[in-house]
């Protein structure tokens, strides 16, 4: 193994604001601490709560670096303290709590997957974010079974591009909401049983629609706000909710009465701030459960665009201006 540089190149900001706040900078490569490994970084997964970061709303948890970036590809090029020998010269993905924008990363070891033959590094980048986010949320927190059904919103992001293959794997049929009727056409491509045009369409009537008005029993919502009341109307009785962001507001008014009556579940997460021990165990489950379809090529990312690294900014103008379908990624 070649030796490592002591400077590399990495995305951060003097002061929270728009996209052109994102520059290049000089920083020094991390040092891997017990338990972590430093990965030369590929690829890097670029997602919504970045841009949260950037305009000042989203600050790394304690010890996280400043620099942006949630998910990793590349090569595990330098060992901490307790991890074994043979990770070595591995090409890792990895979820992190931050630094994913640069040429060198560190992650906890437990917190990375081994990249298997015919996956792109671009493609590896894309994943742990989402995956790590769906399978927990999904599958964990709305205890999702073989024959239920979720409705989506956000159908054609990462996390809900992911929400819908993962489904289809495991036996849900997957509702999900779309901005247009070319991103609606789009997440039916990737397998979404129904999309629904929020903007010319009631997605509650659609709902009770599609499903003979027995409605639904999970709804992922990263909408929040004035969707939540909405959300509720969508779910069968002992129906699941999970929100995972607030793009549409941080507080919503709720009627109890129907929450008590219909014995409603109301639950979120947030991944960032949670310890390396619990991402352990998630990853490890992933492993097991969803890993192998990365591994004979039945679950891939779906991938809108690349960007070089010094380009992130760009990479933010995509994805907030709505027109992206898939995972953005930078690439060193």
């Known amino acids: 193994?070649?030796?490592?540089?002591?400077?590399?190149?990495?995305?951060?900001?003097?002061?929270?604001?728009?996209?052109?706040?994102?520059?290049?900078?000089?920083?020094?490569?991390?040092?891997?601490?017990?338990?972590?490994?430093?990965?030369?970084?590929?690829?890097?997964?670029?997602?919504r709560p970045d841009i949260v970061q950037r305009k000042g709303f989203y600050p790394p948890p304690p010890g996280a670096p400043s620099i942006?970036?949630?998910?990793?590809?590349?090569?595990?090029?330098?060992?901490?303290?307790?991890v074994d020998d043979a990770v070595m010269g591995q090409q890792v993905c990895a979820l992190v709590a931050g630094g994913g924008y640069a040429e060198y990363c560190v992650a906890p070891v437990v917190q990375c997957l081994p990249v298997p033959e015919g996956l792109s590094l671009q493609e590896a980048a894309a994943l742990p974010e989402t995956l790590f986010t769906v399978w927990h949320n999904l599958f964990e927190r709305a205890y999702a079974r073989e024959g239920e059904t979720a409705l989506v919103h956000g159908g054609t992001s990462g996390i809900g591009s992911m929400a819908i293959m993962l489904g289809k794997l495991f036996g849900l049929t997957i509702i999900v909401t779309c901005g247009s009727d070319e991103k609606c056409d789009a997440a039916k491509e990737i397998g979404a049983a129904h999309a629904i045009n929020y903007k010319s369409q009631d997605f509650v009537e659609e709902v009770k629609r599609i499903t003979d008005g027995a409605g639904v029993e999970i709804v992922i919502d990263m909408v929040a706000g004035?969707?939540?009341?909405?959300?509720?109307?969508?779910?069968?009785e002992d129906g699941r909710h999970v929100t995972i962001a607030v793009q549409g507001g941080l507080e919503a008014t709720i009627n109890m009465a129907q929450v008590m009556s219909r014995r409603l579940t109301l639950t979120g997460s947030t991944l960032r701030a949670r310890s390396a021990e619990f991402k352990g165990l998630l990853a490890d489950e992933i492993e097991k459960t969803a890993w192998p379809y990365v591994i004979d090529g039945k679950l891939r990312p779906v991938m809108d665009q690349s960007f070089p690294l010094v380009d992130a900014a760009a990479a933010h103008e995509r994805m907030e201006a709505g027109a992206h379908i898939g995972k953005i990624i930078l690439v060193t």
Do not use: F, H
């Open 68 to 82: 942006p970036g949630l998910e990793i590809a590349g090569t595990v090029v330098a060992l901490g303290e307790g």
């Open 1 to 47: 193994m070649a030796a490592l540089p002591e400077q590399m190149t990495a995305i951060d900001m003097e002061d929270p604001g728009g996209p052109g706040v994102l520059q290049p900078v000089t920083r020094s490569v991390p040092e891997p601490a017990a338990g972590e490994v430093l990965v030369q970084v590929a690829a890097a997964g670029v997602n």
């Open 226 to 236: 004035d969707y939540v009341a909405r959300n509720l109307q969508c779910l069968k």
